[in-house]
Nanobody, 115 residues
Framework: QVRVVESGGGLVQPGGSLRLSCAAS????????MSWYRQAPGKEREMVAN????????NYAHSVRGRFTISRDNAKNTLYLQMDSLKPEDTAVYFC????????WGQGTQVTVSS
């Protein structure tokens, strides 16, 4: 069955960096667009970034453009999100997503940016 598992979250000071990972299984990872979403307390879930199956095309939310980098390793079935220059407003639970017959989500990983 399709499974995506996020990891790498934690507590970081403003201006710091974190790298999130998403391990995927149960489908042909290299054939699908992969996305990162986030959900802050009291807010709707929003897309942060997505990446084409081969990795050539990437899209970012305006709020993270220039600070976050999405990438993938199709040989390892793993999606990444490098987050630099983190701000308190980046605090959220971050989710990995793939859409096949329906959308699949992991359990999320908490990112907290605070001094």
């Amino acid at each position: 069955q399709v499974r995506v598992v996020e990891s790498g979250g934690g507590l970081v000071q403003p201006g710091g960096s974190l790298r999130l990972s998403c391990a995927a299984s149960g489908f042909t990872f290299s054939s699908y667009v992969m996305s990162w979403y986030r959900q802050a307390p009291g807010k709707e879930r929003e897309m942060v970034a997505n990446i084409s199956p081969g990795g050539a095309a990437r899209n970012y939310a305006h709020s993270v453009r220039g600070r976050f980098t999405i990438s993938r390793d199709n040989a390892k079935n793993t999606l990444y999100l490098q987050m630099d220059s983190l701000k308190p407003e980046d605090t959220a639970v971050y989710f990995c997503n793939v859409v096949r017959d329906r959308g699949y989500w992991g359990q999320g990983t908490q990112v907290t940016v605070s001094s």
